[in-house]
């Protein structure tokens, strides 16, 4: 794998000094920016010593990073980020000790953005408004959720994006390192594609530059030094207010074709699922880190009727039977889903799914997914909600039904021997 490295910063044409501070580690594929706070000889304290501690409790635990890349497998994948989140932590640990021991640096914190890329894989993290932007196949897309005011604002439905833009409160950070003991960073972890490109930046580049902009010059330009000096230009030439400071990891050579093919596969699959029709892409991605894909061979039983599980399953290709009593109900084929009502209770499969060619299909777990579910409370919401509409229209059905069987049966109450046969369809369908 081929990974391009390059960082830029400047001071910006309003502030006398640069309390940014980046670090780049092509060692172990790391970038780093840091936003400090605090004023002179406080802010930038802050920042270099969190992007340092960080760097160096990596390469401390090397071994974690290396078995993740001898066995890319979703247990692994969680070590590397308890590992990132701890390194996070004890960057805050060590700057809130330093800022209550040390008068002149009383208050002093930073904004964190990370991007660490073993393999196939990257791994993002952030605190604060610092972000981490994506490239891929010519959309750049917005990583991470700023700990901002206004973006709990804009998530609450309070104020709209617009707002968000103009509001006075636009700097207020909920989240940041070095404020408090302890520190909370979002950790999250993408599969990649041949071409992808990170771009790490400070708030002095992000709130000019809209993802419109990313996307024509990444396009007109691929020399990623130049793309940071336009970068930078940009920013001062729109008022230059904060310091900035952005970073862009360029990805090659991930993976064949058909790996790559594979990700926007699963991406798309996803999007056309009733139950995700909601998510964004981001959400869509915390949804793939947990997925595992499987094929099964002809005739084989992916589910047997009776059992019980915790599997929901997302035809990727190929196509299978739905059986009853041992009697084909019905068939499907890619983008359909089954077993999705194990995600909530572990009553026996109702069916056996049985594949009538290869097929190669997507698994959701519900103790993975669950684990989503706790820390991310509006991807529970969206799939709980799904789930109830669902169920909704499944009443709507069955009333319907009844209604119907109820009718026939009072309209065809001549001959006892009809009757009998409704009452029994009846009792039958209400089982």
């Known amino acids: 794998m081929k990974i391009n490295i390059a960082g830029l910063t400047d001071v910006g044409i309003k502030r006398d000094h640069n309390e940014d501070y980046f670090i780049v580690t092509p060692e172990i594929n790391l970038a780093i920016i840091c936003d400090?706070?605090?004023?002179?000889?406080?802010?930038?304290?802050?920042?270099?010593?969190?992007?340092?501690?960080?760097?160096?409790?990596?390469?401390?635990?090397?071994?974690?990073?290396?078995?993740?890349?001898?066995?890319?497998?979703?247990?692994?994948?969680?070590?590397?980020?308890?590992?990132?989140?701890?390194?996070?932590?004890?960057?805050?640990?060590?700057?809130?000790?330093?800022?209550?021991?040390?008068?002149?640096?009383?208050?002093?914190?930073?904004?964190?953005?990370?991007?660490?890329?073993?393999?196939?894989?990257?791994?993002?993290?952030?605190?604060?408004?610092?972000?981490?932007?994506?490239?891929?196949?010519?959309?750049?897309?917005?990583?991470?959720?700023?700990?901002?005011?206004?973006?709990?604002?804009?998530?609450?439905?309070?104020?709209?994006?617009k707002q968000a833009?103009?509001?006075?409160?636009?700097?207020?950070?909920?989240?940041?390192?070095?404020?408090?003991?302890?520190?909370?960073?979002?950790?999250?972890?993408?599969?990649?594609?041949d071409g992808d490109q990170f771009i790490i930046c400070s708030d002095g580049l992000s709130e000019y530059m809209l993802e419109k902009e990313f996307e024509k010059e990444l396009q007109s330009n691929k020399d990623i030094r130049v793309n940071l000096k336009n970068f930078i230009n940009f920013a001062n030439k729109a008022g230059g207010k904060d310091n900035i400071t952005a970073i862009i990891m360029n990805v090659g050579d991930v993976g064949s074709k058909e790996q790559i093919a594979n990700i926007s596969h699963k991406i798309n699959a996803l999007k056309k699922v009733p139950l995700f029709k909601n998510f964004t892409y981001n959400e869509l991605n915390k949804l793939i880190e947990i997925i595992r894909v499987k094929i099964y061979a002809t005739n084989e039983f992916i589910l047997k009727e009776g059992t019980t599980g915790e599997d929901m399953f997302i035809i990727l290709a190929g196509k299978?039977?739905?059986?009853?009593?041992?009697?084909?109900?019905?068939?499907?084929?890619?983008?359909?889903?089954?077993?999705?009502?194990?995600?909530?209770?572990k009553s026996p499969r109702s069916a056996s799914i049985r594949s009538t060619e290869e097929t190669r299909v997507m698994v959701i777990s519900r103790t993975p997914l669950f684990s989503i579910f706790k820390q991310e409370t509006r991807i529970a919401m969206k799939i709980f909600w799904s789930f109830l509409q669902n169920m909704n229209k499944r009443l709507r059905l069955n009333d319907e039904k009844v209604t119907q069987l109820v009718a026939l049966q009072t309209k065809d109450n001549d001959t006892e021997s009809e009757d009998g046969l409704i009452i029994d369809d009846l009792n039958e369908f209400l089982k």
């Open 36 to 161: 400090g706070m605090g004023g002179h000889a406080a802010g930038e304290v802050a920042s270099e010593m969190t992007a340092t501690v960080v760097t160096q409790y990596l390469l401390q635990n090397k071994n974690i990073l290396k078995e993740f890349s001898e066995l890319i497998n979703i247990e692994n994948a969680g070590e590397v980020k308890s590992l990132i989140h701890d390194a996070v932590v004890k960057a805050g640990a060590d700057v809130w000790d330093r800022s209550v021991s040390d008068e002149s640096k009383r208050g002093m914190g930073t904004t964190l953005a990370l991007v660490l890329i073993i393999e196939n894989q990257a791994f993002m993290a952030h605190v604060g408004d610092s972000r981490v932007y994506l490239s891929r196949e010519n959309k750049v897309l917005q990583i991470t959720e700023d700990h901002s005011y206004v973006n709990e604002m804009v998530k609450q439905g309070l104020m709209s994006k």
């Open 165 to 193: 833009a103009k509001s006075p409160h636009a700097n207020i950070i909920t989240r940041a390192i070095g404020q408090q003991q302890f520190v909370k960073p979002d950790v999250m972890q993408t599969e990649l594609m």
């Open 320 to 345: 299978v039977d739905i059986i009853v009593n041992e009697t084909v109900q019905a068939s499907l084929g890619p983008g359909k889903l089954f077993g999705e009502m194990s995600l909530i209770d």
